[in-house]
C-alpha cells in the first residue's frame, strides 16, 4: 500500500514539473529583460554625467594652473630690483601686445590637455577628448592704468610692511608746517626783487639834487642768479654728469593701456597711500650723496621731482626749490624774532637817514629782510647737501649768519653745521608730497625703464606694457562637438 503510494506522489510531481516551470521560466526571463534595460540605460547615464563633470573638473583644473603659469611668467629683474610684481607682455622683444599673453596661456593649456608628460605619458592620453578652441584675454590690469593707480598699489603694499603709521604722521605734520605758512607757494625771490624795483624808482633827480640809492644785500642776489651749485657745493667736479634723453621713457609717450584696476582689489589711492607710495619712491630711487649702484642717473629722486634731461640740471632745480623753502621759513623766523626786528629797524632807519629821505625806511626794512632770507637759505641749503641738518622752522640757536657779513658777502660761505631738524632726503620727501601723485609715479617708471634696459635681454623693457592682473575667457571644444566655456581672473 505505501509503495502505490509514494509511486503516486512521485508522477504527480514530476507532471507539476512539466507544466509549471517553464511558465515560470518565461516570466523570470521577460521581469529580468525589463529590469536590465532600466539598469543599463541609468548606467550610461551615470556615465556620461561622470564624463561631463570629468571634463568640467579638468577644465577649471587645467585653466587654474594655466592662469597660475602666467602668473609666474612675472618679471624677475623688475621684481629684483623694485619688489614689484608685473609680466612684461613683450616678453623680451620689441613688440608688446597682450595677444603675446594670450598665445602663452594657450600653449600652457594645450601642452596640459595633451598629456605629453614624460612620465605620465603612459597613463594618461586626454581620456576626455579635449581641445583647446579659442583663448581671448578680455580685461588686464596694466600699470600705467588709471594714472599708475596700478603700480601704486603695489608699491603701498609693498612698504604697508615695512614702515608705520607713526613715521607717516611724521611727514604728514611736516608738510602741515610747509602749507600753513605758504613754504610751497610764496616766491620770497620775486618778494625781494619787486621791493628792491619799488625802491630803485626812487633814483633819479629831486630838485637839484641826483639820488643815487645803493641797495642793501644786491650781491647776494646776483650770486644766486649766477649758478647756485658753484656756491652751494664745495666741489662741483664731483657731481654726476650723467644724462638721459627723457623723450624715450614712458612718461613721453603714448602708453598702452588696459581696463583699469581690478574689481576684485581694493584701493582708495588715499592721503595715507600716497605717503606710503612716497616713501616708496625714497627706498627704491637714489638721490644726490646716496646714489643707487649701477644706475643710468643718479640723482633719481632729483629726477622725478624736477624731470630734466641731465643730474645737473635736475639737483640744480631742486636745489632752487628747497631755497624757496627755506626762504620763507627764514622770513618766518625774521619778523618774529625781537632782536633781529630791532637790528633791521635801525639799519634801515641809517640807510634812510643818509639818504634824507626817512620814507624810504620801510622799503629798506622789508628789502633787509628779504635779503637776510634769502642769504640765510643759501646756507641752509649748502648744509643739507653737505649732509647735514636743517629744523623746518628755525629758532635764535639755529641762525648762523648776521645781517653785517650778509651786506659784506663776497661769495665765500664760512663753514658751519648743523646737526638738528630735516636731513637732505626729509626734503625731498617733503616735495614729493607737494607734486602731482601721477606725476611721480609716471617719472618713477622711466627711471624703472632707464635701469632695467641696461639689463641682460631687457633692451626694449617698457613699464606700460606690463601688467599685474588679468582675465581670459577660454573655450574649449571636445570630439563629440560639445563646447565649454570658462572665465577667470588671475592677479598679484
Known sequence: MNEVKGKAEKTAQECFNRILLPTTGGYLTVF???????????????????????????????????????????HRELLEQYDLFFIDTSYGTSYASYEQTAAHLEEYLTYNLGGEDIFLSSVYRNPTGLEVESVQITGVSAACDDGGAVLRRQAADVMSERIGITYL????????????????????????????????????????????????????????????????????????????????????????????????????????????????????????????????????????????????????????????????SNVLHLVTDKEKVKLIETVAGTLSTVLLMPELKIMFQTILVLTWALFESMCDVALLLAGYKVPLLKSAKDWHYSLEYMLGFDGNLDSVTQDEGLAYEDYLRILLCLQDKETTTFRLMDIMEMDIRQTDGNRYFRMDACIDGLQADIVFSSKDEKSYSISRSYGY
Open 169 to 328: 604722521q611724521q611727514i604728514a605734520d611736516w608738510l602741515e608746517v610747509v602749507k600753513e605758512y605758504e613754504m610751497d607757494t610764496r616766491d620770497i625771490l620775486a618778494e625781494q626783487q619787486a621791493a628792491v624795483a619799488e625802491l630803485e624808482a626812487w633814483e633819479g633827480s629831486f630838485g637839484e639834487e641826483t639820488v643815487d640809492i645803493e641797495i642793501p644785500g644786491e650781491n647776494v642776489v646776483s650770486f644766486w642768479e649766477a649758478g647756485m651749485l658753484n656756491l652751494l657745493i664745495l666741489d662741483t667736479s664731483s657731481l654726476s654728469a650723467a644724462s638721459v634723453q627723457p623723450q624715450e621713457y614712458v612718461s613721453h609717450r603714448n602708453c598702452l593701456q588696459g581696463t583699469g584696476m581690478q574689481s576684485a582689489v581694493t584701493f582708495d589711492d588715499n592721503f595715507w597711500d600716497q605717503l606710503l607710495f612716497q616713501e616708496y619712491v625714497m627706498q627704491y630711487t637714489g638721490c644726490y650723496g646716496a646714489e643707487k649702484e649701477n644706475s643710468c642717473l643718479k640723482y633719481q629722486t632729483e629726477y622725478i621731482l624736477a624731470g630734466k634731461g641731465s643730474d645737473v640740471e635736475n639737483l640744480q632745480e631742486i636745489a632752487y626749490r628747497l631755497l624757496a623753502i627755506r626762504a620763507v
Open 32 to 74: 529580468l529583460s525589463l529590469i536590465l534595460s532600466i539598469m543599463i540605460s541609468l548606467c550610461l547615464v551615470l556615465i556620461l554625467g561622470a564624463r561631463e563633470n570629468l571634463r568640467r573638473m579638468q577644465i577649471e583644473c587645467i585653466t587654474d594652473i594655466c592662469m597660475n603659469n602666467i602668473l609666474a611668467e612675472y
